[in-house]
């Protein structure tokens, strides 16, 4: 008799365990953030994401204890669907886009204005780069724009004035790109750091550039922080 009762002890113990790590896998999957849901499937498209764990959500979110939150999302020789950008607006904690070699006729702009930490982009090689679409994203506290080789030129930057928190600023391999482009930049107070190498700048240019506007740091083809 004493043998079948501890048999009745272990497999009640067994049960036990087997009930609690039902209930623990079922409290996980309850709090499941939509953002990490989201950027599994950014990842199962081909698309890199980045977590940054924000540990003061761990209360309201148990699983951001062990996967941390979505905050940057880079794209390498994708193109980018409508769908791609309703589930990268869906990283609540998105702070970062990078777009490299990529078709982003896709992209819905409307979309990624509604990120509203989102600070910082970068697009490199990206062919017909449709520089108006970044007026769309003024409500959001872009710092930093990086344009790498998208075919600007000078009347194109009238499209990021409206971006109010900007400070850097990167311009580089955009031939198109002249002196007569300093008439805009020098509009943007809030500009700290400009990258303008490989452009069509001349040394002039910039010199008189940084009469008007001495508190940027620039970076040519003829130095560095000029």
Known sequence: ??????????????????????????????????????ARQLQSRGFE?????????????PASFFWGHPSIVRVDDQNITPDDSRFICQLRGLQGLLFYRSDISGLDWDEIGHCRI???????DITGFPINEIQKLAACPIVFLALFNVQLKDSDLENIMGLKQLESLWLNSNIGI???????????ATLKYLHISKT?????????????RPDVKVVSDFGGFL
Do not use: C
Not at 10 to 26: A, D, E, T
Not at 118 to 124: A, H, M, P, T
């Open 1 to 38: 008799m004493s043998k079948e009762k501890e048999s009745n002890k272990s497999l009640f113990k067994w049960v036990l365990i087997g009930v609690i790590i039902l209930s623990v896998v079922v409290l996980l999957y309850a709090t499941f953030p939509n953002d990490i849901r989201a």
């Open 49 to 61: 994401v980045i977590y940054d764990g924000q540990y003061d959500t761990i209360w309201q979110h």
């Open 118 to 124: 989102l600070d910082s982009l970068s697009f490199d």
């Open 178 to 188: 002249t002196d007569a482009s300093f008439e805009y930049l020098e509009k943007i």
């Open 200 to 212: 069509s700048v001349t040394e002039e240019g910039i010199k008189e550039f940084q009469k008007k």
